[in-house]
């Protein structure tokens, strides 16, 4: 893939790396955390994280994940993220007061741990194989999950103002705080991170739960009923957060934004996390059948249908079936809360968490390591040196969801185009890979927001080979695939730079045409039906544009061409009562064109190093005849 090649070259680990580490991975006592041991360990579960999102976000080929599940080290992972989940309740509290002064980094480093094991089952979990091998062991994920999603709801009023202080605020906090108090700090940043990674996690989980063993699902809907938990993140969503002087901020890619109060109902990837767990515990056939509704129940979630507009149905197809569902409920007679009878009999326990709260000795636990902590400083602790040098690596601003330095103008590689059903589910085959076209010229346009690059696309060499090989398959007619004409498109840019630009579209609303099957063979899509030339109903092209001049620094202008032929296996009924007629989808991408803004790159002017390095000769001649 074209990705994995731009990627190649600042690969964190390599697969040969990866299966070594993972291999090595072992299960420290509670005594040990902190130990140089561990620290060792930490930061190779830190690579891995980093190198595991790193291939997810490149959709490549994820041997983090794929070692995990060789080596059996999943379920070692879990128990590593419930040990310091443990450690930091039970005897950090006990033993904060002895290192923060000397060991603040050491005792920091170890409460990050929690976030880069969680941050790494977020990748994990999204793959239903993953779930599956955890088996039992689930239930104490989701445990988790709960316990982290409460903490996230339960910030004090302190909590949530401190990442939005002002300046002068900030700077009299950092001379009055004590050791002790940055490390509450600590404490309070890390619960709210973790917090966020378990709604995620929660997300992956309700989606396969239905596949999943019973114990699974009736942990998410009886024992923790996570329908009803949802509500209040939907309500009062802790990523969202309105100043003193009424703007907005969300938290978007680990940090906080400004928000426009016009871009409030534009759904940031958490708040859609939220809302497409609600779908699978609502609409999906084995949780609706097992998710009993009383009149409390019906009371909690019906606070949030007020949500559901045409704002967020359009960039989230999938909440019509939740917006249905809620209309239906509203018409049901719920039967009172007090009627309401579990039907479970037996229910599987969380065993190693409650192994670790009920038999573990904290204070001795919190003794050993308060000796443990003062052996070396941090000022001399070479591990710690080891640690930060991780966050110098090459590419991990992409990694960590910061903006590195501005590079000068990159070229465009290649743009991904996905289709989409209306159900937001990708259409694969209808999907195309672009390249820029080098015999076409560039065009620059100005605009009133600056210069933009223009430049037409070509079909490219993978999506070229996919349709050879449809041709010369057996039974295929034709190597055009339509796309869905209903549906919507994601597109995705990579430049030469190391840029990628997402864009979306809204639904196409494309032409179909409407056609009566003369035989069998035309119904089921093995003769292709001609689609006419003449009808003014099917244009000989449409187009759609993907971004914003006004607001984006690219846009993507794409062509759907009338195919001459087209198959009713791409089709839907207008009618269950007409078996013959089909819609048929018969437009499929043509020409594609991508402007781009340019960027500035400002020249330096010679002059000024003349005024910077005369006073640095002035100074190293005075520092010479003083030495002298």
Known sequence: MVQMEADANTLFLSPYEAEIYVEGLTEFPLEEIGSSEWIKQHERIEKLNLQAHQSAQAHADEYIMEACLTFDKVEL???????????????????????????????????????????????????????????????????????????????????????????KEISKDIESRTDVQELDKNVSDINFKVGISAVACMRYIAEHAGKLHVGVITRLLDTHDVVLSL????????????????????????????????????????????????????????????????????????????????????????????????????????????QQKNALLMESVPVFRDRLTKRSDWDEIAKKQIVEFSKTPDKDDTDIRRLADIYQMDGIEGVMGEKPMPKEQGELILCNIKALNVDGTEDEEAGVDMVPDVQAEQKITATAKGEFIRQKLKIGTATEERRKKKEASAGASSSEVPVPPAGRLQAELIYTNGSRIEHASAFLELPTYDYTCRSPAELMGKTLVDVPTGDTALPASVWRQLGSLETDDSIIQIQFVRMAQASAKFSTKPSESEKLRRCISCYAVGTVFVSTKKIDVPEIDPSIFETVNKPLEETNNNAGIQAA
């Open 77 to 167: 992972l879990l128990r590593e993220l419930l040990n310091i989940e443990a450690w930091k309740e039970f005897a950090f509290p006990k033993l904060k007061e002895q290192v923060a002064e000397k060991s603040h980094l050491k005792a920091y480093f170890c409460l990050y741990h929690e976030c880069v094991l969680i941050n790494l089952f977020e990748v994990f979990l999204y793959h239903e194989h993953v779930c599956e091998a955890l088996g039992e062991s689930l239930i104490e994920v989701i445990d988790y999950c709960m316990r982290k999603i409460m903490i996230l709801l339960g910030r004090t009023k302190e909590e949530i103002r401190a990442p939005h202080k002002t300046a």
């Open 231 to 338: 509500v209040p993140l939907i309500e009062y969503p802790p990523w969202t957060y309105r100043t003193e002087e009424g703007k907005w901020k969300k938290y978007i890619g680990n940090k906080w934004e400004a928000c426009d109060a016009e871009n409030l109902l534009k759904l940031t990837k958490t708040e859609g996390q939220v809302w497409i767990a609600l779908y699978w515990l609502m609409c999906d056939g084995e949780a609706r059948k097992r998710y009993h509704f009383n009149s409390f129940r019906k009371e909690q979630v019906l606070r949030i249908r007020k949500y559901l507009n045409d704002i967020m149905l359009d960039q989230l197809p999938v909440l019509a079936d939740v917006q249905r569902y809620m209309d239906e409920l509203t018409i049901m007679q719920a039967p009172p809360a007090t």
